[in-house]
């Protein structure tokens, strides 16, 4: 029998610190202890995104991680990117730009968009399109997904005009 | 799908790294970025009893210029690979071939360590390594050995690398002068290589001084295409050349059938895509 290891992760700006069997996958950690089940499992294996959250400030699909690994690190989820109740660009930017329907790829596309945009903070439509591609969606069709990154990358979400602060918030978002 | 118990540690140094695998026993995985071991471990296909993560030794990380070589740590991600400005100056096709692995947020965990001693047929830094001449640097109980490309890999997901043994640099000489390109062939986003050709070639005035070619996929370990290589050297710089040459690219293969494709019509991709990574790397 595999022993428990104690891990401690600061997971959305809270340091939690847990008991955790080694076999545990990120995934499970985050939605079944922390109940962050803003973080979903579409296919659980590696190929959809749906589970993408941030490991210090990068992207990384939290369904092919364990638990473990976070050990001392930091993990932003997606319950992790708005401020006192208000949504960044890049997710209002999902908002008008109506880049979902279900909505269940949504978290998963954000984070890995916020990724995208820290990386490239200007990027090309086809540079958005392979940014992505380890994101899946069923609806969309994904053209309106693309129209919202480059959207938050161009600082204009319409309720961000009368605000200057549009694309180097979002570049900041993780 | 929840992986089978096991124990898990996490060294910090490579010596502890080393004694511990010592005496793990035979049921023993080592977990680098885990983009391949964790899937496997999912549905249960590896169960190992202890798990060692290779994620918290620091030597095993980062691109380090060490005289007429770069030195790869085995543990530097795929991301940073295909980004790190070393390797864009002196070994360019690596960053262009890490840049094309599966997805970014697969790139930001996998190692150019890991999928190098995962070593599938299909991978898309075997076939590189083998044309740049790279040599694996291979630590174990006895001390430190080193492996040349053309003996790193002995067939299907089987390397150099033994029980015991850690891989933990891997040295790929600098190419000044050289033009390079992998040409990837793929049906859709995020998909494994069908057929894969990586390119390097020296131009001296209107010739090719110099052509070296890796094959991804084209048999169960990655090859070089010799008999393009050698029609290639001293040639003149021309389509036409580059096309007569390219022809013998599936010379020597031994390509598998499955549902991406039959065998001949990997043979045939083989010499399309030598013909256009060719004409990349030379600035045709
Ligand atoms: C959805 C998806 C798509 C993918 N697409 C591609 C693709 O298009 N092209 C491509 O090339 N790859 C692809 N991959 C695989 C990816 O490149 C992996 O990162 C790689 O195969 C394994 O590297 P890793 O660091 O994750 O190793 P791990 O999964 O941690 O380990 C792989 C194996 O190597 C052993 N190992 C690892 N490091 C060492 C070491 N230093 N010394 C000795 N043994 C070691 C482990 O014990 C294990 O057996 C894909 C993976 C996924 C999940
Ligand atoms: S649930 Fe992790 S990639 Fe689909
Ligand atoms: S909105 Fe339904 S899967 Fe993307």
């Known amino acids: ?174 | 799908m929840i992986p089978s118990a096991f124990d898990y540690a996490a060294p910090e140094t490579l010596a502890e790294a080393l004694s511990l695998l010592g005496s793990a026993g035979d049921d023993v995985k080592l977990l680098a970025g885990g983009q391949s071991l964790i899937p496997v471990m999912k549905l249960r296909l590896a169960d190992p009893s202890m798990v060692i993560d290779l994620g918290r030794i620091a030597e095993l990380s980062g691109v380090r210029d060490d005289g007429d070589a770069l030195l790869i740590g085995a543990m530097t991600p795929h991301h940073q690979v295909a980004t790190d400005p070393l390797v864009a100056a002196h070994v360019p096709l690596l960053a262009k071939a890490a840049a094309t692995v599966a997805d970014p947020q697969v790139r930001h965990r996998g190692t150019f360590g890991g999928a190098l001693v995962h070593a599938d047929p299909a991978g898309d830094l075997p076939a590189p390594a083998l044309a740049a001449g790279a040599t694996f640097i291979i630590a174990g109980p006895g001390g430190e050995r080193r492996v040349a490309a053309a003996d790193f890999f002995q067939g299907y997901f089987s390397t150099a690398v033994g029980d015991g043994e850690i891989l933990t640099h891997v040295r790929v000489p600098k190419y000044t002068g050289w033009g390079a390109h992998y040409e990837k062939f793929t049906r859709v986003a995020q998909q494994w290589s069908i057929v894969a050709v990586a390119a390097m070639v020296r131009v001296e005035g209107n010739s090719i001084a110099e052509a070296r070619i890796g094959l991804t996929n084209m048999a169960s370990t990655p090859l070089r295409a010799t008999a393009v290589e050698e029609a290639l050297a001293g040639s003149p710089l021309t389509l036409e050349a580059i096309t007569a040459a390219s022809a013998h690219a599936a010379e020597g293969s031994d390509p598998a059938s499955d549902l991406n494709g039959d065998a001949a019509y990997r043979k045939h991709l083989a010499a399309v895509l030598t013909k256009r990574a060719l004409v990349a790397a030379a600035g045709l």
């Open chain 1, 1 to 174: 029998m595999a022993r428990s290891t104690t891990i401690t992760v600061e997971v959305d700006d809270v340091s939690y610190t847990d008991d955790v069997e080694p076999r545990l996958l990120l995934v499970q950690y985050l939605r079944e202890r922390l109940g962050k089940t803003g973080t979903l499992i579409g296919c659980d294996t590696t190929n959809c995104g749906a589970c993408t959250v941030h490991l210090d400030g990068t992207s990384v699909k939290s369904c092919t991680m364990f638990a473990v690994q976070a050990d001392g690190r930091r993990v932003t989820t997606i319950e992790g990117l708005a401020r006192d109740g208000k949504l960044t660009p890049l997710q209002r930017a999902f908002h008008e730009c109506h880049a979902l329907q279900c909505g269940f790829c949504t978290p998963g596309m954000i984070m890995q968009s916020a990724s995208l945009l820290q990386e490239n903070p200007h990027p090309s439509e086809q540079e958005i399109r392979e940014g992505l591609e380890g994101n899946l969606c069923r609806c969309t069709g994904y053209q309106n997904i693309v129209a919202a990154v480059q959207a938050a990358a161009d600082g204009t979400t319409t309720s961000d005009s009368a605000t200057e602060n549009g694309a180097s918030e979002t570049a900041g978002v993780a």
